[in-house]
């Protein structure tokens, strides 16, 4: 497992204009590698090496002879990434170009200690002096190791970007003793915690559509081209909160299923999600919000924490959890509410009332083998306890939520 921390750190003008000299050359090398795996149709590092080694060692002889190496590593990825979204028809030029550059190190090219960080360039070697944050103790101290590798990028100010990565032995994953079924929704999360149903309230949808808002007034009557445009759009942070969320929440679930020895059951999405699911949907807005609800990026978390804890994950099909009766089999009928989405509908054959995001969860949690009997005449089936989104996110466990929403019960 890897894991990726970013250090900003300001440095004086000597050390920048190293630095940025090493970039420089660095990118032509990354351009002419990325153009001879072009000409020869190959993605290969070992081929793209062997073809531009000597003469980019020409060109650049006072360059330490690793960044020919690992440029070539960063075009042979790019090349191969760039072949996959032209295979799924999701690339949009003719040939990768080279936008932003990411200068890659080995282990022969940096040295890293708590005191400083030395990167070697054309003069000889420059030594940084960063400010760690939490996050980067949180690892180091976690049992992470750092790894050989890293990577660096220069931002305006004399500001140097330093990618430390840390690695990690994946743990075997246990045999769990039971099932935690999750299902995804646009603004909530609905977990099953104890046998007992909650919903975590995301407001992913709210997020969508005041950043959508907001960009529509910097951009009334201006053009993106204005700079002044241009820098208020860049504030907004709407990626980043998105990103918050759905490691918080990732994390939370992971936790609670590694106390309890469980299993993580999620519906097995398919690829391009969002495409499959606004097919029939005209409403501009409605497309919006599902295209930016981000439901495999949260799945993904979700799988990707589990594996740093060494949680096993169950992914079942997603048809008709939500229109299913996990007690009879047959169909749950949603009839209007006066709201765009009936959450609450009535089995045809038992006539039992069901959430929408409750039965999914009794449903995910049965084809992931649990056969345990589903509980009946319970509110939650039908009226479950939502926790918000500034309750969860400073949560420590899913288990003392779930004893807070009791007491609460018990006091009322």
């Not at 993605?43 to 000597?54: D, L, N, P």
């Not at 993580?264 to 930016?292: A, G, N, S, T």
């Not at 649990?370 to 899913?398: C, F, I, N, Q, T």
Request: charged fraction near 35%.
């Amino acid at each position: 497992m890897e894991r990726t921390v970013k250090l900003r750190v300001k440095v004086d003008h000597a050390t920048y204009s190293a630095l940025k000299e090493v970039e420089r050359e660095y990118r032509e090398i990354l351009e002419d590698a990325v153009d001879y795996g072009l000409r020869n149709s190959t993605t290969s590092f070992t081929r793209i090496k062997a073809g531009v080694y000597r003469v980019e060692r020409e060109k650049h002889k006072d360059l330490p002879s690793h960044y020919i190496y690992t440029a070539c590593e960063d075009a042979s990825e790019r090349l191969d990434s760039f072949k996959k979204l032209k295979r799924r028809g999701r690339a949009y030029t003719d040939r990768p170009s080279v936008r932003r550059v990411t200068v890659h190190l080995d282990d022969h090219l940096w040295r890293f200690s708590l005191d400083e960080i030395s990167i070697a360039t054309k003069g000889g070697k420059v030594r940084i002096s960063p400010t760690f944050h939490k996050l980067f103790w949180r690892y180091y101290n976690g049992g992470w190791r750092i790894a050989g590798e890293a990577r660096f990028r220069l931002a305006k100010g004399n500001v140097v970007e330093l990618f430390i990565v840390f690695k990690k032995e994946e743990p075997k994953p246990y045999e769990p003793k039971g099932f935690t079924p999750v299902d995804l929704n646009e603004g909530s999360a609905s977990v099953l915690v104890g046998g007992r149903p909650i919903l975590l309230e995301t407001n992913i949808k709210k997020i969508t559509l005041g950043y959508e808002y907001r960009r529509k007034r910097v951009q009334s009557g201006r053009s993106t081209e204005d700079r002044d445009v241009r820098r208020r759009l860049k504030r907004l942070r709407e990626k980043y909160r998105k990103a918050d969320i759905r490691r918080k929440l990732a994390r939370l679930i992971v936790k609670e299923a590694f106390e309890s020895r469980s299993a993580i059951v999620l519906e097995d999405l398919p690829k391009r999600v969002p495409e499959h699911m606004i097919k029939d949907v005209k409403d501009p807005q409605l497309r919006l919000r599902i295209y930016r609800s981000a439901f495999s990026s949260t799945k993904n978390a979700i799988i990707e924490k589990a594996r740093e804890f060494g949680v096993p994950v169950v992914l079942v099909s997603p048809s008709y959890t939500s229109s299913t009766c996990p007690v009879h089999g047959s169909r749950i009928v949603y009839r209007p509410d006066g709201g765009a989405a009936p959450r609450v509908g009535v089995c045809e054959k038992g006539g039992e009332r069901w959430h929408r995001d409750v039965v999914a969860l009794y449903n995910l949690r049965r084809r992931a083998g649990d056969v345990s009997p589903v509980p009946l005449g319970s509110k939650e089936s039908h009226d479950p306890p939502a926790v918000g989104l500034g309750r969860w996110l400073r949560a420590k466990s899913l288990r003392l939520i779930v004893s807070e929403l009791k007491m609460i019960e018990m006091k009322a």
